[in-house]
């Protein structure tokens, strides 16, 4: 079974940085073909993709937030981190960490966590 | 401004069927696979459709996936009260622009 949880602070200060911490369990992220991805809701808005990370260390980003994301592993903790720099009131959302593959033909995420709200404010 | 098109809303009678579309290009849906999720509110997505028209074990087969050229489409049949939802379509997008994962703006259903 498959379980993924996001972790980090609820309320963040413009400019700061933000640090988020995916935990999960079921399955390894040194196993190919596995990647573990960061996706983002602000407010009644829609999902936006950020960034995924692969069992090979393999990393792709967000163009539009590429300079401010950072995707990392640590396999031995099962854990990945997200860091987003120069945060803005509107980064407001709910980040959710999810499980998917580096295969072409299956980048889809088949399990998500439950999500974790981050309010920019000062 | 996503990338994918959805409409913003749709909406059916209990019973009937109901069809969601999703209009991308060739650097995203025209060569990629598409999956759909569904959010209920107050909750985290769910895979619902991926590989185009493949259910994942528990989704029920009034929910099915089709994939045309640069669009595809979510259908429900025998619409329920608990299908009241928004579902969002996603792929991958080759672009320069883009070389990531993409998703489509939502599309909140109502079940009349």
């Known amino acids: 079974q498959i379980t993924l949880k996001e972790s980090g602070p609820t309320l963040v200060k413009p400019t700061q940085t933000l640090t988020l911490t995916c935990t999960f369990s079921?399955?390894?992220?040194?196993?190919?073909?596995?990647?573990v991805g960061w996706i983002r809701q602000p407010p009644g808005k829609a999902l936006e993709w950020l960034a995924v990370i692969y069992w090979d260390d393999d990393k792709r980003y967000s163009p539009s937030l590429k300079s401010r994301l950072t995707i990392t592993k640590d396999t031995s903790r099962n854990q990945v981190v997200l860091t987003m720099t120069k945060m803005d009131p509107v980064d407001t959302a709910t980040y959710y960490c999810a499980h998917t593959y580096s295969d072409s033909w299956r980048r889809h995420f088949d399990n998500w966590g439950q999500g974790t709200l981050v309010i920019v404010s000062s | 401004q996503s990338v994918l098109t959805q409409p913003p809303s749709v909406s059916a009678a209990p019973g009937q069927k109901v069809t969601i579309s999703c209009s991308g290009s060739s650097f995203n849906i025209g060569n990629n696979y598409v999956s759909w999720y569904q959010q209920l509110p107050g909750t985290a997505p769910k895979l619902l459709i991926y590989?185009?028209?493949r259910r994942p074990s528990g989704i029920p087969d009034r929910f099915s996936g089709s994939k045309s050229g640069t669009s595809a489409t979510l259908g429900i049949t025998g619409l329920q009260t608990g299908d009241e939802a928004d579902y969002y379509c996603g792929t991958w997008d080759n672009s320069l622009s883009a070389g990531g994962g993409v998703f489509g703006g939502g599309t909140k259903l109502t079940v009349l």
């Open positions: 590989e185009n028209n």
């Open positions: 079921g399955f390894s992220l040194s196993a190919s073909p596995v990647g």
